[in-house]
């Protein structure tokens, strides 16, 4: 009986500050500065007056921030998107989807990476078992910001994790890659080509060691280039002048065996073929 009368009380202080919500989005905005700041007491303060219904509770606010956020009358609504979420997160940790939601709005709707990586990083914190909050972070990091080093940081707290995606390995090779570090993006490709069981995912590896391989030997020469022009004054007439002028030990052929495609006029180097064509 105790417990219904807290339940009813708990519904009626919430319909109450929703009301009260509502009367305040009907005063015109431009009278009163500041009147879109709306102050929800700290997570901590409302998990004591939930008298145990803390998860209850974290529930009513997550409803009430999707229905805060889709107001785009509101032109300060993400000035407060973290407290509100590190709310919930106090009123239940285990609660996975404010975290993610919490992190889209941050990204597509305030276009604040940075703000989703908090939303993100504390879901991690509280949940260190679920991989998915380091996952998307990298996800956010390559996809959107192009911070491959800040990409292959998240994407390897997410290999660390208990059953974590294969694919976590692949896009950490494939944002060190984009990083340019060659070194351990052959590495990590060479791991998973030799450990993977599908022949499919053998053949993902395959193109991406082709791929590096590539990067790797075409940088060379293009130095080795550079410093043949420094040294006579011009290109060299083929890469094989760039053995005999000791500027290269032997020429480089790519995964395939094949030569290097070079053009003597303009210095250029390229392989002769498209790494994801092989």
Not at 52 to 78: C, F, H, K, M, P
Not at 109 to 115: I, K, Q, W
Not at 207 to 228: C, F, G, P, T
Request: aromatic share 14%; charged share 25%; glycine share 4%.
């Amino acid at each position: 009986m105790k417990k219904n009368i807290l339940v009813i009380i708990l519904l009626l202080s919430c319909a109450l500050f929703m009301g009260l919500q509502t009367l305040t989005n009907r005063i015109p905005r431009a009278s009163i500065p500041g009147a879109s700041i709306i102050y929800i007491p700290s997570g901590k303060f409302l998990k004591y007056a939930t008298f145990g219904y803390s998860s209850l509770a974290a529930d009513l606010v997550y409803l009430w921030a999707i229905q805060y956020y889709s107001n785009y009358t509101i032109a300060e609504r993400y000035d407060h998107l973290d407290h509100i979420f590190a709310i919930i997160a106090e009123l239940d940790p285990r609660y996975l989807d404010p975290y993610e939601m919490g992190a889209i709005i941050a990204v597509y709707e305030a276009r604040d990476p940075y703000l989703a990586f908090k939303v993100l990083d504390r879901g991690l914190e509280k949940n260190p078992d679920q991989w998915i909050f380091p996952y998307q972070a990298g996800h956010y990091a390559q996809m959107v910001m192009k911070d491959y080093e800040l990409a292959r940081e998240y994407y390897k707290r997410t290999m660390e994790i208990p059953n974590a995606p294969p694919i976590a390995k692949r896009l950490y090779a494939n944002a060190a890659f984009k990083d340019m570090d060659y070194e351990t993006a052959w590495q990590s490709w060479l791991e998973v080509f030799q450990t993977a069981g599908e022949e499919r995912i053998k053949k993902i590896a395959s193109n991406h060691l082709y791929q590096v391989k590539s990067a790797m030997d075409v940088k060379r020469i293009k130095e080795a280039v550079e410093e043949y022009k420094q040294k006579y004054g011009q290109n060299p007439p083929s890469l094989e002048h760039l053995v005999r002028a000791g500027l290269l030990d032997s020429f480089p052929q790519d995964l395939d065996g094949n030569d290097y495609l070079y053009d003597p006029e303009k210095g250029e180097v390229e392989s002769q073929t498209k790494w994801w064509k092989r």
